[in-house]
């Protein structure tokens, strides 16, 4: 039995779904060992607070991608390496980040995908508020669903209603 996995283009997607693919159209940067990798959208709103994020991220995410709003604030991170570890241990594909990590250094090592727009040494503000799961989330041009097929490589994030890979 092979290890090997398949890896999907964003841009062969395009081709094929021009009509259905939706780009975001940010600039994300890539932190952990996979620059591509997809799965259904779990969504996250929140502003420079990671509270609620762990216990999503604990719930277990097997194959899925979960796409965190954080307002593309860079003054604090949403997420340091021990909660991408988490992560990658409860079995989620890739999180996605419109704001802030912190500790790259820590990502380098894991195997799976991480991508965020900006990185801070600044830990997320300890407030009450826990911010939002399963909303629609508007960043980078498009709308994002809850249940929404993610595809992610270097060139870019792309959302589907549904997967399209075979």
Not at 46 to 53: C, L, M, V, W, Y
Not at 81 to 94: K, L, R, S, T
Not at 100 to 119: M, N, P, Y
Not at 142 to 150: L, N, R, S, W
Request: overall charge negative; hydrophobic content about 40%.
């Amino acid at each position: 039995m092979s290890d090997a996995r398949t890896v999907i283009r964003t841009a062969d997607i395009c081709d094929d779904f021009e009509f259905e693919a939706r780009v975001c159209e940010l600039q994300f940067h890539d932190f952990a060992a996979r620059e591509d990798f997809h799965g259904e959208v779990v969504t996250f709103s929140t502003f420079e607070s990671n509270k609620g994020i762990m216990d999503l991220i604990n719930q277990g995410g097997e194959g899925k991608v979960l796409i965190v709003d954080g307002r593309g604030s860079a003054r604090r991170a949403l997420c340091g390496g021990n909660i991408a570890a988490d992560a990658q241990a409860a079995g989620w594909a890739g999180l996605i980040f419109h704001g802030a990590i912190r500790d790259s250094h820590e990502f380098t090592g894991l195997d799976f995908g991480v991508k965020a727009t900006h990185v801070t040494a600044m830990r997320p503000f300890r407030g009450e508020d826990a911010g939002r799961a399963n909303v629609t989330l508007n960043m980078g041009g498009i709308e994002i669903h809850q249940g929404d097929y993610c595809y992610a490589d270097r060139d870019c994030v792309i959302i589907l209603d549904n997967p399209v890979h075979e």
